[in-house]
Every structure is written in C-alpha cells, then in structure tokens.
C-alpha cells in the first residue's frame, strides 16, 4: 500500500491547519481530543486576512449588525414586493428587514449603492468542486472515450479522480493502477475553498457540490470542511468516490439506513444536524437499491436523513419511468433535482418547438412529463452540455412541460463557473433554436416559433429556480423582507454598462464578473468593493497549485500494476498536462477530416 489516510489523521495533521473552530470539529469528528496543528505547509490561519477597520462592523456579531444598502437599483425578483427603480435594503443580522423608496438608517452601517443593481445572490446547484485545481485541465474535451483519448472521463475520472486505467472494452484488465487515489484529504480541502471562494467574487451565493470524492471518510470531512470554512451558503450532495477498500484504505459511501456510524448517518449526526446552518445535505443516490441487496431505495435513504436528492441523468429516460414506477420512491419529488435531463425524448427528433411539436417526430416525453406531475427540478448545465457531448441542453422541454430550470457550471475542468456567462448561454441558445424555425429554409416540418426566454426569465433560473432545487427557496432567492439577506450588489455605472436602459437585459446580455462589487451571505459581507473579506489570496492561490502539484507527482510516481501509458497529447510522458498546445484534440474524431481554414 502506498500510503495510508485515515479521517483522524487528516484532522490531526494539520495539513491545512486546523486551528481553532476547526480543531474543534476535528474532536468531534474523531471522538478523540482537540487535533495538534504540526504541519510543515502552511496552516489555515494563515489563510486569514484582517478585515479593514471600515469593514469592522460589517462583518461582526450578527446580533449586532445593522446593514443599509442606499439607494441603488433593486431588483427582488419577488413580485409581492416588486422591484425599485431606487430604493434601500436594510438588513437587520441575517435577515432582510425592510426595503423601501427610503429608508431611516438609524444605527445601521450605510452602504452607498447609488450607480449599482441590488439583487437575490445567484444560484447554482451542481459542480464538482473538487475539480477546482484541475481548472481547464481539457477545455477542448469531450464526455467519453478511451485513454489514450484525452476526453473527461480518461483524463479526470480515471487518472486525476480513481489513479486506475482499464483496458477499454474490458474494466478487469488494468492497464496503470496507482494503488491510491491521487488525491489526499488536504487537496479536497484546497479545492472545496478555491472553488468556494472563487464562486463568491463571482456572485455566486450557494452552490451544490456534486463532490464524487467522497473515497474515504477523510476525504468527506475535509471537504465539508472546505466548504464551512468558506462563509458559502451550500449544498453537500454527499456522491460515491473510488472504493479502494481492497487496498486497505476505508470507504464508507453511502451508509446504511438507521446506521449514523458511517456514511450518510455518520455525517449527518457530525456535521448536519441542523437545516438553519449555511450548509446543508443532499444525497446523490438513485432510486434504485441504495447499494446491493438493500430492501430500500437510494432515494429512501437520503430522505431518512433529510438529505434533498440530487442525481445526474444524461440520456436516461427509463430510470424516471422506473423510479415513478416503484413506490417506494413516494410521488412527491419537491425534494429531487435531476442534473442535464440530456435526450429524454421518447421518439428521436432533430428539431423540437412549443408544446412538444417536433420534427420529424413529436417532441413527447413520459419521463419529462414524470419530473413535471411530481414536482421534480431540473437543473442544466447548458454550457457543458454544449461543449462536451451530454445532448442538447433541454431548456425547451422544461418550459414545454412549465418547469423553470436552475443553471449549473459543472466542471472547471472544461468551462467556468461564471454567472452570468451561464444565463447568456441559456439565454442565446433558447432564443437560436427557436428563432431558426422563424426561416422556412431551417424549418422542413413547419413547426411554429416558440416563445422567445426573457432577460428576466433567465435571471430567475440563476436564483428562484436555483433556490427551489436546493430547496432554500423559504430562506434566500429573492430579496423579501424576513429571508436571509444573500446579496450581490453590481456596479452598473460602468464604462461598458452605463447609461443603463433595462436592468434585466443589462445584467445578462452586458454583464461579467467584473461587475460584481459586494457580496453579502446572510447579511454579512463576504465581499467588499472587488476584494474577499479576511482571506490571503495570494496563499490560497500558492496552497492550491502546490495541491495540483501534489496531485501530479503522485500520478507520475511509483503504480502498483503497470505504467502510465502515453496520451495523444500529453505534453510529456509519463502524462503531464498539455501547457501550450491543444489538451485533446488528437484522436477525439477520428473519422471526420480535419479543417483546412484560411483567415
């Protein structure tokens, strides 16, 4: 065995620094005494930054914090409230209190928002947030394929996530097998903040982690860590990692039922026992058997410990149909996301308008209209879906079937997690499909125009419809008096935004990152003009490459059954990375010609 990592000496090696409310947790976790912080890496403390002194009653005692947002545009997404042209938001500790025309400040820390657009904080609800040090590691990737195809599930699942390759056609012959996987406890943790951390410059306020690195309970601890740590409003959809039980390390994924020593009953006794915490439980089990032989579903496990369900489905229309069939899967599925909904359709068609109208077969669907009669959430991860293979992006089905999708970044092995770079996308490719049937030249089947998504409309698959599938919509998504104040403030008196016109159409067709002043998670101020609030950067960002560095070396190290073999294009063999040139172009099509382009 190449080394060994048990949860109790994560927590007491201090690889990341487990001082203070950490080392606390630790004990509880281990059920051992408080975890010394000897390490030779730099400590989470470390980490930490002195907020500035104006920012010193922004950011204290939630009891005392008093907070008013000024007379900027707002815009609450709650149609009770309405929206203002201008107004101001008071927040009083977590909460929103009131907004108005004007509002008297009082004792409350004034925050001038003139010149901006105050709005709900944006949701997603599904990415691998572990991937996070792996970022554009195969931006031209596809889905599937074989090493030495360089595609996602070669590179990242089989290399950088279980430290096994197979020989293709045939998963009993190992071709490499490193023994471990790459991946220590203190990479999670690494990850789990950058991701967590990044997301927040970008106005993104909670997230779901779909983790798929949950290998042994260590593993599992450092990143809910990561993300308690953070200050991030999230979900943990606590997913299968690599079982290497065989190799002596522990696994415990998913638990069982009535069972809180481990799995799913350990973490949700340790870590979730409460939903009024910022980060919260979800399952990534089917609705099938929750693990072989069990007498109960996947889904009846998660529920038995108040997780909400969040499951990938790409081009799996049956599992719904037999999910809706077995009983034990209840018929009120409020608390089920299914992640892509990729290719559903119960007939193949190559174009699809409103009301399912398609060409050259209907658009109908038996598992959409499921997801839509048990009031099940989809969530689209509409730039993946593009990039790498999954199927069309399914935005016309959930509004055919009078879903509102939330929208999910996925992997930052291939795309980022940007916002507003998710709704444009959804936005554009909603509108293109439907305007190509605008042209009889595009439109043999005569299929009429569908409605046209708004501005608007796409806003609220960032933030309500995000909400709803994380089932948080009674706490954050909108800005309304008495739910938690999760706010993103943007600078819209921008020389590439300003003189705004419509304040929908400028957050999503104008708006970047970059236009992301202030971010405030349950009214406290976790951003603040352009910069995180108490973290050294700089050090995140040097843990986080020495974390991919880490990670690297152990691929390239000593394997337990073979050597790495080559890739089309790896920059160098054993496998490394492709820096300059193209990360997985050769061999990703091998049928069609290659493109011989002039300017």
């Known amino acids: 065995m190449t080394e060994s990592f048990s949860r109790r000496d994560f927590l007491r090696s201090g690889a990341v620094g487990f001082a203070g409310t950490v080392g606390a947790v630790a004990c509880r976790a281990s059920g051992g005494g408080t975890a010394p912080a000897t390490t030779s890496q730099a400590p989470l403390g470390d980490l930490r930054s002195t907020p500035p002194r104006e920012l010193q009653n922004l950011v204290g005692d939630a009891r005392k914090r008093r907070i008013l947002l000024r007379g900027g545009v707002v815009l609450t997404l709650d149609r009770n409230v309405g929206d203002f042209a201008r107004a101001d938001v008071l927040i009083d500790g977590k909460t929103i209190s009131a907004i108005a025309p004007e509002i008297a400040p009082g004792d409350a820390e004034v925050i001038d928002c003139a010149g901006t657009i105050v709005m709900p904080g944006f949701i997603t609800t599904h990415n691998h947030q572990y991937e996070a040090i792996l970022r554009s590691l195969i931006p031209d990737g596809i889905l599937a394929g074989a090493w030495p195809l360089e595609t996602y599930g070669s590179v990242v699942q089989n290399i950088w996530t279980a430290g ?61 860590k990561g993300m308690m740590d953070s200050g991030r409003r999230m979900v943990f959809d606590y997913s299968g990692g690599i079982d290497r039980s065989a190799d002596g390390f522990p696994y415990e994924v998913p638990g069982a039922m009535n069972d809180m020593t481990k799995g799913i009953g350990r973490i949700a006794k340790t870590y979730f026992s409460s939903r009024d915490q910022l980060v919260t439980l979800g399952f990534g089990g089917g609705p099938g058997p929750a693990f072989a032989g069990a007498s109960y579903t996947g889904w009846q496990l998660g529920r038995s410990f108040g997780a909400l369900i969040n499951n990938h489905n790409v081009g799996n229309a049956k599992l719904v149909i037999d999910a809706a069939a077995d009983p034990r899967n209840g018929t009120d599925w409020s608390d089920v996301t299914f992640v892509h909904a990729t290719r559903w359709q119960d007939n193949p068609y190559a174009q699809l308008s409103a009301d399912s109208a398609g060409y050259p077969n209907p658009g109908r669907s038996r598992a959409w209209e499921i997801v839509r009669d048990r009031g099940a959430h ?197 496998y490394r990375p492709n820096f300059l040139g193209d990360c997985c172009h050769k061999g990703t099509n091998t049928t069609a010609p290659e493109y011989a382009l002039r300017p």
């Open 164 to 224: 096994r390759i197979v020989t293709p056609g045939n998963p009993g012959t190992v071709v490499w097998d490193l023994g471990r996987v790459p991946y220590a406890p203190e990479d999670c943790y690494t990850a789990q903040l950058l991701s967590c951390l990044s997301q927040i410059t970008e106005g993104v306020t909670c997230g779901t982690d779909t983790s798929q690195a949950n290998h042994t309970p260590a593993h599992t601890d450092a990143m809910i």
């Open 378 to 574: 989809v969530s689209i991860a509409n730039l993946i879906e593009m990039q790498m293979r999954h199927g069309m992006p399914p935005l016309q089905e959930a509004l055919n079937h009078g879903i509102l999708p939330s929208l999910s970044p996925d992997v930052d092995t291939n795309m980022t997690t940007d916002p507003f770079s998710l709704m444009r996308g959804a936005y554009c490719l909603q509108r293109a499909l439907a305007n190509d049937l605008a042209f009889r030249e595009s439109n043999p089947g005569n299929l009429p125009v569908p409605q046209l998504v708004t501005s608007r409309q796409v806003i609220e698959m960032a933030t309500i419809a995000g909400a709803a599938a994380n089932r948080l919509h009674d706490k954050v998504g909108t800005l309304t008096p008495g739910k938690e104040a999760d706010i993103v403030v943007l600078d819209a008196r921008s020389i590439n935004t300003w003189p705004m016109n419509n304040v929908p159409g400028t957050i999503v067709t104008m708006m970047n990152p970059r236009h992301v002043r202030d971010v405030l998670i349950a009214g406290k101020v976790v951003y603040w003009k352009r910069t995180l609030v108490g973290w050294d950067v700089d050090r995140l960002l040097r843990q986080a490459e020495q974390a991919r560095d880490r990670v690297l070396g152990r691929i390239n190290g000593p394997a337990k059954v073979g050597a790495l073999p080559t890739g089309n294009n790896s920059g160098s063999h054993p």
